[in-house]
């Protein structure tokens, strides 16, 4: 279109003395600049409507009608048209009425852009006076206007920065949508002709470009944050390209988890909104987590705390707890958080042991809290069930030891469920006084001094471990198996009173032999002074416990290094004495007054020519030992547990070589012993060759256990099956301790006939 009838209007107008200004409204873009080109020539003046806009401001209009009004040359006035329209249809009609009605000095052409559907006025003098040119034609389409923070105008290059440009963008730019970075308020435009958005932050240009940031809301992070998001992103980009920026991979995404307290601020809400739009596809928990968290300040939170948010009941219930574990094992210790967890735990009641773990010191306290509560209700088989999940080292420490003898294998067994459930049953107080008067101990066990002397020290290190008793074997043997240690342990008994200053007599005869002994005196500085708030005057429960396990485990990881890097190729791990935590629980002074006050918290107490023999009580090197659970009167009350005495846990002491543990130990039943012939009255004894030395090798028999002993032949081990009387096929598993090293090994027993009972007797 050459627009020559307006063209020649426009010249006609401008030779003419006329007062009034004129109109030319234009349909295209095109028409617009050919118009400027067009005129741009001679003494023609060109007024630009965005003159009367201070940076970002609003439109001037009066400003804007004293420049017409004083006009005297040939003006154009250009980019009117959007000022007007953005006020809507109503403020557009009134300000081009009002210039149509101005009387000026010189002439003034108005080009507006699309407006001739408001360019109907009842005043009939404007299309008399010719004032309103209108050119025919279709109208280019109308773009939608996009109102952006001054805060994104880097995410959009061509932007405009500021209103005064929105002139400039719709009667010059092609594309469909023009953003304008300003900070006036689209309310501020309610009216507009033009279709306006406002984008206020970030998160609405994310929605536009990547779909996925409607998953999750504006809510999850400030405009200042969301916009950080958009720039980093940069242009023509997605959330998965900041994936790939800030961490690699997806994979890699949730293993970031554990780096989360090393980040910025601002790289860790990325990580949550990263998180939250893709989910954790290599970790459950850590899904759920995100999903139950609503601001990056609260997602360490979330996951120390989703789990209570699980049924235990539910199928998938371990899955999770194992996965959450995997995660806290990897996080810096959040001091608070695991402080309130254990506090908030306390919701599930009964069910709080099972969303505890013994990665930390206060969930190992708090299992020991539950176990003061609820243990109880629980038998000993149940508790060891739940703590091999929540607190494996103490499942360890209550698992079964066996001691070769079915009386001290209940007796421990039964003595360490009372230490962690923190009470005495009456049915074994009845038995330590029973005990206190037979002393069986005496028989069952060999006094110390007769095995030390057996000991090969060759290479060795000893080891001094002052008040370990023999109820920490079970977690020692499988400390070691894990490790791969093998431990070779003997049981035996002090000496009576059960003090250290009588019971030191194998550091000695380790020195004669030219073995060095290093002294361990952290355990029983517990169990003596409480150290740690461990007091049982001010904690009543046993939480000393998990400082006791800690203690020798430390001991058995150094063992592993010296023997690893070939400083000695064993250790000999020795104790004084036990101790005893019933004692301590008892709480009891006995009725006796002696002439010379109590001793080492009453247990014993030195003699007197005055004094009668107490009653529980055995004479051993100038004291009274007490061998129940009583204590002497005059004596301080005991912190955590005490010795002196003659119970069982006092008095029992093992004995533990460990080596390198073989990869693969060679073991079966002699073939001598593979059919064996009994006579009336006779039971079967098998022998055994097994490729180590040890005191712990033994037979599982349908699931009874029988203890070998060594012969005088090197490897040859010998096993009374006491009541195994019947003939048949039987199928046994070999064990070292509870290391199970030949399987499915068998034997037969038969009938001796009666010729045979003859020739043999």
Known sequence: MTLSREKNRINNYLRTKKTWPIIVDVQTKEDLSDIKEFFNIGNNKFLYANRFCRQDGAFRLEDFYNSVSNNTDDTFVIGLTAFLKIQGESFLKKVLKELLSKSISGHIVIVTYQCREYLCFSDTRFSERGQIVIASGEQDSAPNICLISPDLADAFPNSYQGIEEISCAVEKDTKDTIYIATAIGDQTFAN??????????????????????????VSFGTAEQWNYALKIMGLDRDWMTLVLQEFGSLSNLSRAIVSFSQFEEKKQWLYFILLSIFGSKDNRYLQLAVQNTYSYADLIKSVYRTILSIDINRSEFKKLYSQRKSILNELPEFNSEIVEFCKVVSVKEKDAIYYLTDLTQPEKERIIEWLDVYGFE????????ILNIVYPDLAKYLSPYRYKNEFLDQYFSNYKYQ??????????EAIVDEQSYQLDFMDILPARTTLIDKIDVTDSQAYFFDALGVEYLSFIQDKCNEYGLASNISCARCELPS????????????????????????????????ENNFDYEKVKMPIYLITELEIIDSLLKKVKAKIDSGIYKKAIIVSDHGASRLAVLHNTENSWSMATKGVHSGRCCPMNEIDTKPEFAIEEEGFWVLANYDRFQGSRKSNCEVHGGATIEEVAVPIIEITQKQLAVEAFIVDSSKVIHLGAK????????????????????????YDAEPTSENYIYKVDLIDLTKKGKYSCDILNGNDEIALNQTFEIKKKGFSETNLFG
Request: a positive charge; glycine letters at 4%; aromatic letters at 8%.
């Open 192 to 217: 507009s002709i033009y279709s306006i958005s406002r984008m206020s932050n970030g998160y609405d240009i994310l929605c536009n470009r990547d779909s996925r940031t409607k998953s999750i809301p």
């Open 378 to 385: 629980y038998n000993n088989k149940e508790l060891i069930s």
């Open 419 to 428: 230490k962690v459930i923190n009470r005495i049953m009456p049915s074994f």
């Open 499 to 530: 003090l250290t200053s009588f019971n030191k007599e194998f550091v000695s005869t380790f020195n004669d032999k030219g073995c060095s002994v290093a002294n361990i005196k952290s355990l029983d500085e517990i169990k003596h002074h409480g």
């Open 682 to 705: 006779e039971h079967a004894v098998i022998k055994l060759y097994v490729g180590v030395k040890s005191n712990n090798i033994a037979i599982r028999v349908n699931g009874i256990y």
